[in-house]
Every structure is written in C-alpha cells, then in structure tokens.
C-alpha cells in the first residue's frame, strides 16, 4: 500500500544522511531536456537526504545484460535540497549505459549508487567571483553549483559560459534564464556552433576562443575558473587561458576518462622461483598470484573475482573494497577518504600489493 505524501514526511533531523557507502537508489521521474539528454531523478530508498558537495558525482551501476557496467555521472541536482538527486546524462550513439538508462530506466525502478566523490566544486575552491565554462553535458556541475548558489548565495558573481551545437541543444537554457532573473551576478553567455534555417539565434556563434571569453567575461583574468567538457575542449581552454597569463592555481576542471582496457600481465617469478605476492579474496575463497606492478584489480580480473570499477584511476570510487592485512602502495585521485583509509579501505584500481594481503571480495 502507497503511502501519502504527508505520511511519508519526516522534517530534516529526523532521517539519516546519505553516507558515502553503496546505495540503493529508486528513480522517481525521467525529464527530457534537449535531443539524447535526459534528467534522471532519485530518491533513497531508506528514508535518508542527501549528503553531498555542488558539483560532486556518484557511480551507478546499470543492470546492462550480459553483466552490470559502472558509470560515473555527475549530479545536476543541488545538495541545498537534500531529499532527492539527479543525474542529467548525454547518450552517444555508442554508449552502452546511458543508452541502457534511456531506454530502460523508469520510475519506480531501483540501481545501486556508489558516492558522492569529487574535489569538484567551488566549495573546496572558493573564489570571490567565479567563470564557470563547459560543453554538451560538462554544464551539469555547473548547474548544480549555480542552483547551490541560488539558493545559498543569490548574490553570486558568476559569469556562466556554456557551448553547444546548436539552440537547440542548450541544456538548462530555460532555467538558466529564470535564475538570472533573481541572481543580479549571474551574467549568461551561450555560444553555438551552428543554427538551422528555421531557428532563431542572435547570440554568439562558432567555437570558443580567446576573444569570446573576453567578450563574456572581460575580467577573466580576475576570477575562478571552473571547465568541463570533452577533453579537446577542455584542453584548448586552459592552454587559452595559461597564454593569457592566468593564474592556474585558479583553474579547476573536471574529466571521467574512459577506462582504456589493460593487459593483465601474468604472475612473474622473482629470482628464487617465487612469485612477488599473493591475495587472498576471502568472500571468493581465491588465493591469486600477483606480479609486481600489478594491481589488485587487475588479479581479481584475471582470476574471475569480480571488482566493480568504472574510471580505473582512482577518481571515482566505484572499486573500494576492505584490506584485511597486508600492506599495499596506492596512488589515488581523491576517490577514497582518509577516515576510510584508516578504517582499512583501499581502491583496487590503483593499489599494489606490497606484501601478502587479503582483501574483501
């Protein structure tokens, strides 16, 4: 029996927190926003809000037959509303899990979540007035940056600088629009590449240059800059922005890679015939030889152990499993806390052993 929504209210201190442990996440509404992007709004399935930074991300893992893929999304939403998120997402004609979320993903239907993560936001790097520049569907940080802010800060100093395609596919233009109606610091600057005989346009048009960030933001040099988009797009902006003699320290941009697939090397012998280390995976029952230089992740892979993973760089935090001994080297990108360091925690993608460990999995 479904419950009202008056049963179902609970004021703020009432519910958990979302922590930053697996979730279950049950999809409450799917929102078109502009061709192949959809807006994809969650809420918990235990009651709890939602705990997070603007511009953070959260790994899903998508039932996509023959087995789950991971894939980090950003969320669009803003934590200044904590009882519910969203993820607004881009589908290519080549992806797999978005497509799957497109075609499948529909209220009522429940996924697990991994997060939030991400050094992202203008929260960990204040400014006193901020550039926020991106493309395609690198506005969704920003636009949960610009809503926390809104609500949180309506006086804001934010230049907003999005490129599309086309008029058509500004994503949020609309909203946008309404919020800059109240936010007397939010200065909009659209720029599209193209328009179509019968669309309308008297906005900037072409690719981002030099001259077009000065024509939006002739002070850029004077603020915080936040980037994200496609790779090329992003690394045009900051060689545009390093020749201009900007203060990089003053640069943050945001980029989920995707995992290109490695070799798994095999088990090597030292020079007494034996092999470097070994892993137990206690829940598989597993003990797997492992090579120097080889990581947890990849052994597990090449012993059947399953690991979810989605960036393999140690950025999204998808691969978090529990070290019961043993001692390994990670290197990481601000996937993992360090209060989950020290509770035993480490990220499979990017640790080595170093001596014999066992590992939860």
Same mark, same amino acid.
């Given at each position: ?155 804001? %100093?934010? @230049?907003?600088?999005? /490129? ?8 949020? =233009? $609309?909203? #946008? *629009? ?43 040099? %004077?603020? @915080?800059?936040?980037? /994200? ?8 902006? =900051? $060689?545009? #922005? *390093? ?43 597993? %003990? ?74």
């Amino acid at each position: 029996m479904n419950m009202t929504v008056s049963q179902r209210h609970q004021h703020l201190d009432q519910m958990q927190p979302w922590s930053d442990r697996q979730h279950l996440l049950e999809c409450l509404s799917v929102t078109p926003e502009s061709p192949d992007v959809m807006t994809f709004t969650f809420r918990s399935d235990r009651e709890n809000w939602f705990r997070y930074l603007p511009g953070q991300f959260v790994t899903l893992e998508l039932p996509v037959d023959p087995e789950p893929v991971m894939r980090t999304y950003t969320l669009s939403s803003t934590p200044s509303r904590p009882f519910s998120v969203a993820v607004t997402v881009k589908a290519q004609k080549d992806s797999i899990g978005t497509r799957w979320m497109f075609e499948n993903l529909k209220p009522g239907m429940r996924i697990r979540a991994f997060g939030p993560l991400g050094d992202f936001t203008h929260v960990r790097h204040p400014g006193e007035k901020y550039l926020f520049i991106s493309a395609g569907s690198g506005i969704t940080p920003m636009m949960s940056m610009t809503r926390y802010m809104s609500d949180i800060a309506p006086l804001a %100093d934010i @230049t907003f600088v999005n /490129c599309s395609r086309g008029p058509s596919e500004i994503v949020f =233009r $609309s909203e #946008l *629009e309404y919020l800059a109606r109240f936010m007397p610091n939010l200065n909009l600057g659209f720029i599209v590449e193209q328009c179509g005989r019968t669309e309308l346009w008297s906005g900037l048009k072409g690719r981002i240059d030099k001259a077009k960030i000065a024509l939006l933001a002739p002070d850029f040099l %004077d603020r @915080t800059v936040f980037c /994200c988009g496609p790779d090329v797009f992003m690394d045009f902006v =900051r $060689s545009t #922005l *390093e020749a201009s003699g900007f203060d990089m320290a003053r640069y943050h941009q945001e980029s989920f890679r995707p995992a290109s697939a490695e070799l798994v090397p095999e088990p090597s012998p030292n020079e007494d015939g034996e092999v470097a280390t070994s892993i137990r995976f206690t829940m598989a029952g597993k %003990d797997v030889a492992c090579s120097p230089g080889q990581t947890i992740l990849q052994a597990a892979r090449g012993s059947a152990v399953r690991i979810g993973a989605a960036c393999e760089s140690g950025l999204c935090g998808t691969c978090k499993v529990m070290k019961l001994s043993g001692e390994v080297e990670m290197n990481h990108n601000g996937g993992i806390l360090d209060d989950e360091i020290d509770e035993g925690y480490i990220l499979a993608c990017c640790s080595r052993p170093k001596t014999d460990v066992e590992i939860e999995a």
